[in-house]
């Protein structure tokens, strides 16, 4: 991507058109379809690889970022960061990440690997308790201290939503017959608003169902901790807008770690916190969602990087006691489907 090439390049030509796979082993009593996104297979591993090269695309084209001049600055639980690091590897560009103590080891090495420089804030906020307003006061500083610096702000970049209209462009033109419920996991709110706008602004007759973690305050609840990183909010985004989602699920780190095994236990898919969460949103809702409706999930990212929490049996017996009967657990119509 140059002033004269707007088409991505290289590796970042790989970013996106990610496979949809009907989930048939989860629960084959169900009475309705659930397709599930495997935004897995972009190649920085997460759905946010979209976010950050639109975030970044435009001003690498008009040429407001220069390689060997410019530096991008962010605050990241990991997965923007990992995308945004590869797009700045790839055009030479500084990158430094600031993250949190809750952000995995692997993902930091990823950034580093791929040449960012990563800064972790140890403090959070007396005020709120929190990591989150103590990152954002890092960056506002780092932008400041570093010449041409550029702060692509997930939180509030409209080019983040934008970067997902194709995602539920995808979603909708994979399932020809029609897409009933879509349920995505929210964090800036990128996913949420460019799927919920991009359905809102084609008439499509789509429930769109957000599903946050409890102890998130997008939707307008009081802050509480939450251990696993990827979706939920300290504070209200602004990307968020009232009305962008028809429902609203809360989901424990319980429900997660459940959900996780369940998908790698059933469906061989082995995903990242918030795709949990987004399957035991599903569990929760399934009684509501009519016989013959087609679900659409957004499956995040992968579990490769949750192997030291979700997927390590000492981490989740510390955490929640012996849950193994809960992801083992068959419901008593349940048969394995024919391969
Ligand atoms: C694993 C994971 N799930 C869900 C989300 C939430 O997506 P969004 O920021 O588009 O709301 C993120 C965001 O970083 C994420 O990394």
């Given at each position: 991507m ?18 949809l796979?009907?989930l048939?082993?989860?629960?084959p009593?169900r ?11 972009n190649?920085?591993?997460s ?10 695309g435009?001003?690498?084209?008009t040429?407001?970022l220069?390689?060997?001049?410019s530096?991008?600055?962010e ?5 923007l960061g990992?995308g ?7 055009y030479?560009?500084?990158f ?5 103590p809750?952000?995995?080891q692997?993902n ?6 791929l040449?960012?420089?990563?800064e972790?804030?140890?403090e959070t906020?007396?005020?709120t ?7 954002i ?5 780092l932008?400041?201290?570093t ?5 692509p ?11 997902h209209?194709?995602?539920m ?6 399932l020809p017959?029609g ?6 996991a929210t ?12 359905v809102?602004?084609r ?19 009081p802050p ?10 300290a504070i ?6 009232d009305?962008?989602a028809?429902?609203v699920?809360?989901?424990t ?5 459940v959900?996780c095994?369940?998908?790698a ?10 795709s949990g969460?987004v399957?035991a949103?599903v ?7 009519p016989a013959?409706?087609t679900c659409?999930l957004?499956l ?6 949750y192997?030291?929490?979700?997927y ?11 849950i193994?009967?809960?992801?083992k657990?068959?419901k ?8």
């Open positions: 140059t002033p004269s090439d707007p088409v991505p390049a290289g590796v970042l030509g790989t970013i996106g058109a990610t496979p796979v009907e048939t082993r989860l629960d009593a009475r309705f379809r659930t397709f599930a996104k495997l935004e897995a297979h190649p920085g591993g759905m946010k690889d979209r976010s950050a090269l639109e975030m970044l435009e001003r690498i084209r040429g407001e220069v390689p060997g001049r530096t991008v600055v605050s990241s639980s990991g997965n990992i945004l690091a590869q797009v700045c590897a790839y030479g560009l500084r430094i990440c600031v993250v949190d809750r952000t995995n692997q930091i090495a990823i950034m580093r690997a040449g960012a420089e990563v972790v804030v140890r906020d007396p005020a308790g929190e990591y989150l307003p103590v990152r006061r890092r960056i506002q500083e932008t400041t201290l010449g041409h610096a550029y702060w702000n997930q939180y509030a970049n409209p080019l983040n939503p934008q970067a209209r194709r995602t462009r995808e979603i909708v033109e994979g017959d897409v009933d419920y879509l349920f995505c964090s800036s709110c990128g996913t949420l608003r460019g799927c919920a706008e991009y809102r602004e008439g499509l007759p789509v429930t769109v169902v957000a599903v946050d973690a409890a102890g998130s305050a997008i939707f307008g609840r509480g901790p939450r251990l696993i990183p990827g979706h939920g909010a209200r985004p602004g990307l968020y807008r009305g962008l028809d429902e699920v809360h989901v780190d319980l429900d997660c770690v959900g095994r369940r998908l236990a059933r469906e061989a898919i082995l995903a990242g916190g918030s969460a399957v949103a569990e929760l809702m399934a009684d509501r969602i013959g409706a659409a957004v995040p990212d992968r579990g490769e990087r192997l030291d929490t979700i390590d049996d000492e981490w989740v017996g510390r955490h929640f006691g012996d193994t009967h809960q992801w657990e068959q008593s119509d349940m048969r394995v489907p024919a391969c």
